[in-house]
């Protein structure tokens, strides 16, 4: 069961076999995905018509490449801005939460991290219904009351940010709470003694040594804000982003063009997580 | 509290208090109001417990509810069956670099669209696809065979799409565990199942207990999955949610609805930490 353990080589065979074959499995679907990007065909299937690249550059019927598909490269667009507005919410409340858990002691302090926990186990649909249905009874007394349209109440990108933040929030939290733990306090404590006030401390040494983990977390949260697709797809309005673009062109019958973007989204995520790595292997 | 860390703390708790009272409890709130009135006219409700009334006398959202719970439990087990060995080779037999390289790998799949991993599954199991290209040219069938829209290509899907959440606490628990341990049982005589039972199993517990309940909590609110890779007549509870709530505009019963959904979920969370000692803040935190 261990490698110091000794085993028939039979077991050992195939335990190896089924661990090949585990990653068989997780590789082939996205494999394919990426072949067919390059297929000169109007369907990603066999047969096979020859290679291409005019799923990316094409720029004329009946073969427009995404770099000339105006609503995929707008959604694209969309979808980073959603991404990047979320990972930047995330983080900052995701570091003030690490701070006010594990500095502070109050009543109420574990009901209340349960409470944080508890977007984790809400299935993404249900929160995307509750803050459309929160929202619009907002939007309505409003109206009702004071003859004043909140467009931003509506469902729309806003509605989007705040759906996914209510749960990549939490996310956050986690990731910037375990390297908080690990913080060595008195080094705060040294700069106290060195004259600094707290503010200081904190900006100058602990803000530094988060840095890792908040970069992470700004990281992971992108991406699940890019990918998500349950809460997105209850409040989202005209703008759509990236993963409800593709599943709308997947309703009416995909074309490569689906798989070519597919191939994008994987590169650009891979090299993202590289880069969360390499900045985490360094600190 | 000094007044200078009282300050601090008010202005600490304030952003997450925003953000559990704003997007997460009073939204609830709202939405169970919302579940318990019924329409009597234009804009005139009264509260009744109607929806819910709908909700258990038609056979057909019943049988969804139901259906919705057996295939997510049953894709958790799965999951877990599948990713178990996988995750204690990487946590225990492999070592060094070709440890976090396997790990690696496993997570790759996870960094992109749950729709780039469905549309795979798509192109492979769609009745032009390869594996029915592949089986036709092996000559095993001698027509095309359509493998999607059946529950087994549901499985395949959301077994998959769930598969690393299943890994990443399995490799985490499993990798605390002390080799000496193992071999210590093993000394005693225990045979490779016995210590599987004895010692590996309780060990991983939290992990066992983490990845499940994400797993099936994820499994559960899928729409994505099972309506791509089910087609029609894939009957996710979900799907009866969408059609309440952005189609039909039936916000009240589709409240009921999903109101329904995070109660099955809670309740099953909530018995599966219980039956296993385990609580929330552990498995989660």
């Known amino acids: ?283 | 509290m000094k007044t200078e860390t009282k300050i601090g703390f008010i202005l600490l708790i304030t952003p997450l208090l925003l953000w559990l009272v704003l997007l997460i409890i009073i939204p609830h709130i709202d939405m169970f109001l919302v579940s318990i009135r019924e329409r009597v006219g234009v804009r005139q409700y009264q509260s009744s417990l109607a929806n819910y009334g709908t909700f258990f006398e038609e056979p057909l959202y019943i049988w969804t509810f139901v259906r919705t719970a057996t295939m997510s439990i049953l894709a958790t087990l799965i999951t877990l069956v599948i990713a178990f060995p996988a995750s204690y080779y990487i946590a225990k037999m492999a070592k060094g670099r070709t440890q976090s390289v396997l790990f690696l790998l496993c997570l790759v799949p996870f960094w992109v669209s749950e729709i780039v991993r469905t549309f795979g599954w798509m192109i492979l199991l769609r009745e032009t696809g390869l594996v029915s290209s592949v089986l036709q040219w092996t000559g095993i069938v001698s027509g095309p065979v359509e493998m999607l829209y059946n529950d087994t290509a549901i499985m395949i899907g959301l077994v998959y799409t769930s598969m690393l959440f299943m890994v990443v606490p399995l490799v985490t628990t499993l990798e605390s565990l002390d080799d000496q341990i193992i071999e210590a049982a093993y000394d005693l005589g225990g045979s490779g199942l016995s210590i599987l039972r004895e010692v590996i199993i309780p060990h991983a517990a939290p992990g066992i207990v983490a990845g499940s309940i994400v797993v099936f909590m994820l499994t559960l609110g899928n729409y994505l999955t099972p309506t791509m890779l089910g087609g029609k007549d894939s009957l996710w509870f979900t799907e009866l949610i969408y059609l309440q709530f952005i189609v039909r505009f039936n916000w009240e019963l589709g409240a009921a609805f999903g109101f329904m959904l995070l109660l099955l979920s809670s309740i099953i969370v909530w018995s599966v930490l219980r039956l296993t000692g385990q609580t929330l803040e552990k498995t989660m935190g």
């Open chain 1, 1 to 283: 069961m261990i490698p110091s353990i000794p085993q028939s080589r039979f077991v050992r065979f195939i335990y190896t076999a089924y661990v090949v074959l585990f990653f068989v499995y997780l590789a082939v679907p996205l494999i394919v995905v990426a072949i067919f990007a390059f297929n000169d065909s109007q369907f990603p299937s066999l047969p096979w018509e020859g290679f291409t690249l005019a799923w990316f550059f094409g720029d004329a019927r009946p073969i427009i490449g995404i770099f000339h598909e105006r609503t995929i490269l707008s959604s694209i667009l969309t979808s980073t801005i959603v991404g990047v507005s979320v990972s930047i919410l995330s983080v900052a409340v995701g570091t003030t939460n690490a701070f006010l858990f594990n500095r502070y002691q109050f009543p109420g302090r574990g009901f209340l991290y349960v409470l944080m926990l508890l977007p984790l186990v809400v299935p993404g649909i249900v929160l995307g219904i509750s803050i459309l249905v929160f929202s619009s009874t907002i939007a309505n007394a409003v109206w009702s009351g004071f003859s004043l349209e909140l467009e931003t109440l509506r469902p729309g990108l806003g509605l989007v940010v705040l759906g996914q933040f209510s749960f990549i929030a939490t996310i956050a939290t986690l990731v910037i709470s375990a390297r908080l733990q690990k913080f060595d306090q008195t080094l705060e404590d040294a700069a106290l003694n060195l004259g600094a006030d707290r503010l200081t401390a904190v900006r100058t040494i602990t803000l530094p040594y988060l840095a890792p983990a908040m970069i992470g977390a700004g990281v992971v949260a992108f991406l699940m804000s890019f990918e998500n697709f349950n809460t997105t797809l209850m409040l989202v309005g005209s703008d759509a982003p990236l993963t409800i673009t593709m599943f709308d062109r997947m309703k009416e019958g995909s074309t490569p063009i689906l798989n070519a973007v597919s191939l994008l989204l994987m590169v650009g995520s891979s090299l993202l997580a590289l880069m969360m790595i390499l900045v985490q292997r360094r600190s």
